[in-house]
């Protein structure tokens, strides 16, 4: 990884079958749910979802009467979530593009969830934030999270890590992670190495570092206000009450000024 780069899970472009084995677990129709229940308060019905992947999130809003459209930058995570729509006969579009400039057209809402805008730099946030607003109708919603640089001590950062075990196709994969905290400039640095055995073969190790861009709740709204938005509420990614130093994920919802 080049200095200052941020870098990828490997799951995102060069393995993208792993993606729903190691992203898609037991809290996901939770999280969705409570994504699901906000964009209800706000009364949306057309949404956009800037960082679909396999496109959980799109489905599962699909499903509940939704028009949803699903976008991302990596084409090989979207091959997958279309495939998912064609074998369900679900009717929907997934565009290629990246959430700093992609124009779609203009939604009730925009998601960006499970902390798909860690990937950018502050400045790509900024931006990202721009171009989210220009996709937006006047008064739309934008919800995503991230998780709380406040939140991250030393306690807390260990717990991070996981180790995962998961037949895949004829593979067996095991993946561990463990994770460190700058502080300084609020960057999670994850540590994965994936050992895969096909059949009795002799196994591959591959090693991977990514950074995720982490946040307070206060630079959030800071920053949403500089780019066109008022935060109208914070809270923990299970729809609770946000406690500053203690919630691990900032689930925000935003409305276009
Ligand atoms: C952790 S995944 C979440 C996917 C999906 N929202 C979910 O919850 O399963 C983050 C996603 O953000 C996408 N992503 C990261 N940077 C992006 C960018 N600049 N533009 C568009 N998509 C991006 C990745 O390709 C990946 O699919």
Redesign the pocket.
């Known amino acids: 990884m080049k200095k200052g780069k941020l870098g ?2 490997l799951e ?2 060069k393995n993208p079958e792993y ?2 084995a190691f ?2 677990g037991d809290d ?1 129709n939770e ?2 749910s409570v994504i699901e229940r906000l964009l209800k308060k706000y009364k949306t019905k057309t949404v956009l ?9 799109v489905f599962y809003l699909i499903k509940r009467a939704y028009k949803c459209t699903g ?4 084409p090989t ?1 979207l091959k997958i979530a279309r495939k998912k729509a064609k074998n369900n006969r679900i009717n929907v579009k997934f565009i290629d ?4 400039t ?1 124009k779609v057209g203009t939604f009730d809402a925009i ?7 860690g ?2 730099t502050k400045a ?1 946030f900024s931006k ?1 934030m721009r171009n989210i607003n220009n996709n937006l109708k006047k008064g739309g919603i934008y919800v995503f999270d991230i998780l709380n640089l406040e939140a991250m001590t030393d306690a807390v950062v260990p717990g991070l890590a996981y180790s995962i075990h998961k037949k895949i196709n004829n593979s067996q994969v095991y993946t561990v992670q463990c994770s460190t905290i700058d502080r300084k400039n609020g960057r999670l640095t994850s540590y994965d190495t994936y050992i895969v055995q096909k059949d009795a073969d002799k196994p591959k190790i591959f090693n991977n570092k990514f950074s995720l861009q982490l946040y307070t709740a206060n630079e959030l709204k800071e920053m949403l206000s500089k780019n066109g938005f008022e935060t109208l509420a914070q809270y923990g990614l299970d729809g609770s009450k946000f406690l500053t130093k203690k919630t691990t994920s900032i689930l925000t919802v935003a409305r276009k000024k």
């Open positions: 990828l899970p995102y472009k993606f729903d992203n898609i996901t999280k969705n979802d800037l960082t679909c992947g396999t496109g959980s999130q976008a991302d930058f990596s995570l593009g990246d959430m700093r992609l998601i960006t969830i499970s902390n798909a805008v990937h950018l790509g990202a």
